[in-house]
């Protein structure tokens, strides 16, 4: 018996396992014109304080909003609460919509992206001056394409199968440890996500402007694609920082990844200094280090930790270890209202499933870059009949409809396992669907999204049409889980809570950063 079915064994033998992850979702659109242009309005007061909703906020810009849910125990829950969050913001948007594509809707100009601001607090400050600094270093229409960021954690009882009785301190080891297993296992078959659920194979000519490129895009009217492609989002157009190339930031434990983060933030960067530290209107980002604060470091995957009060995203895991992970590769699904469907939050569960219990050795610089090779092959690529991946340092190769076949059996041996506590066998549904895309790539969401792209004669065409039906579907929704009385309280407590941390300052903004940035001395 191989060691995989022996820990899935393990780990089934509790049929509760698998009804006990937790999932939270957090989603991100932009809000834009019914004539396809980004909204230069500035965040609905309507919707409270995006520095305190725990429900709405905004993220890179005004325009650039995030809804994020509680974490949840049960799918159903988790994407009606998603629901809900939609149907309340849309009711306060007042003519506007919320484009359902990964890549942007129509920019007259970068200066139409407002940067987000959060009030006139220290904390507020901070997060808008880090905005400034992204916008110096990579532009505004870069941090303003939308993903959906999923965020899972395995129950004590999963642990419990694998490792039985053990001390809080080597709890806390064996599942970190068990975390990064599972992220090195993503980096080498993460392109799966892609393949399956890219939503971005073509974006607007506007996105272009100014940007040298050598993908070879053809042309439909005013958009650009790949004919092959499945996530432009991310590729070298969307999410990178050329800068951060040369860290090589590790995955083998805690201490590795911790150590590569922290050098990242202090390593001083030639080209961002540059930019300069302020000019006549004010600081122009927090400092000209490779990473600003631990946030901008770009990965398809973190692993994370809830933080105390005032405690960087480091110093939490340091503390306590890791406590859960935040997938990062997931484009907006322009087919479900809300960004994500339930097949999507199926499959993850599998495959996340998958790369924890399967073996993970350490994984060198070497072997990095060749899986980073292999998403760059199936974001650009992936939909291209024989294209090969490579198999680590060694150079062997399988096309990825033979290395996809071969990983889905030990993902239906999951799945049975997953339906023991289901009603009907949803998970075994789910692989069973997802097995034909894996030789049909047209019924990928990219290949679905490409053709529809190609019937309404562009990318913003087809973005408007969605927009347009989605409007009607949030307006005729009733609440599932929240209601109208939840979402005001919330509107109206968040902005009480902003103005409880604007009165708690006490020093000016100055001191307040070189405070916050004492660590770095």
């Known amino acids: 018996m191989t060691s995989f079915n022996s820990r899935l064994q393990q780990v089934a033998s509790n049929k509760q396992v698998f009804s006990q992850f937790g999932r939270g979702v957090e989603r991100e659109t932009l809000r834009y014109n019914p004539g396809g242009y980004v909204a230069t309005t500035p965040h609905p007061v309507t919707l409270g304080s995006p520095l305190t909703n725990k429900w709405i906020t905004t993220d890179f810009s005004e325009s650039l909003m995030e809804f994020i849910t509680p974490v949840s125990h049960d799918i159903s829950t988790l994407l009606s609460q998603l629901k809900d969050i939609h149907h309340f913001t849309h009711s306060k948007l007042n003519g506007e919509r919320l484009w359902p594509l990964s890549m942007p809707c129509r ?220 997938v990062r590769s997931l484009d907006v699904n322009p087919f479900s209202p809300i960004g994500i469907d339930e097949k999507q939050v199926r499959f993850l569960d599998i495959f996340l499933t998958w790369c924890t219990l399967s073996d993970s050795a350490p994984m060198d610089n070497c072997e990095l870059e060749c899986w980073k090779k292999n998403w760059e092959s199936v974001i650009t690529e992936g939909r291209r009949e024989g294209v090969e991946l490579t198999i680590g340092c060694q150079g062997e190769k399988l096309t990825l409809q033979q290395w996809t076949h071969s990983i889905f059996d030990d993902f239906e041996s999951i799945a049975k396992a997953m339906d023991q506590d289901q009603q009907g066998n949803p998970y075994t549904e789910v692989c069973a669907e997802l097995r034909t895309w894996i030789d049909n790539p047209q019924k990928t969401l990219s290949g679905q999204m490409l053709q529809a792209i190609k019937q309404h004669g562009g990318n913003g065409l087809f973005g408007e049409a969605l927009g347009e039906s989605y409007e009607s579907q949030y307006q005729q929704g009733d609440y599932e889980v929240y209601s109208q009385e939840m979402m005001d309280s919330e509107v109206s407590e968040s902005v009480k809570k902003q103005q409880q941390v604007e009165k708690s300052d006490t020093l000016d903004f100055e001191h307040f950063l070189e405070n916050y940035f004492d660590y770095l001395k």
């Not at 200066?111 to 916008?135: H, P, V, W």
């Not at 053809?218 to 996530?231: C, F, I, M, V």
């Not at 050329?242 to 930031?249: F, H």
Request: net charge neutral; aromatic share 12%.
């Open 107 to 326: 920019v007259h100009s970068e200066d139409d992206i407002e940067l987000a601001k959060y009030g006139s607090s220290n904390s507020g400050k901070m997060k808008t001056l880090y905005r400034q600094g992204l916008k110096h270093r990579y532009g505004s229409l870069m941090q303003v394409i939308s993903g959906v960021h999923f965020n899972f954690s395995f129950p004590e009882s999963f642990w419990d199968a694998l490792y039985g009785e053990q001390s809080e301190q080597q709890r806390q080891d064996t599942k970190s440890d068990a975390y990064f297993g599972l992220i090195r296992n993503y980096y080498r078959f993460g392109w799966l996500i892609p393949y399956f659920f890219g939503a971005s194979p073509a974006i607007s000519g506007c996105f272009l402007q100014g940007k040298e490129t050598t993908l070879p895009f053809e042309k439909l009217d005013k958009t650009r694609y790949l004919p092959h492609a499945t996530s432009l989002r991310l590729s070298d157009l969307g999410y990178t920082n050329s800068e951060q190339g040369s860290l090589n930031i590790g995955f083998n434990s805690v201490d590795q990844y911790l150590e590569g983060l922290n050098k990242a933030i202090r390593t001083p960067s030639k080209a961002f200094s540059e930019i300069g530290l302020k000019d006549e209107n004010g600081l122009k980002q927090l400092n000209s280090n490779v990473l600003q604060i631990e946030n901008e470091l770009y990965a398809p995957i973190r692993p994370k930790r809830v933080a105390n009060s005032g405690e960087k995203p480091s110093e939490a895991l340091s503390r306590a270890g890791v406590e859960y992970i935040e």
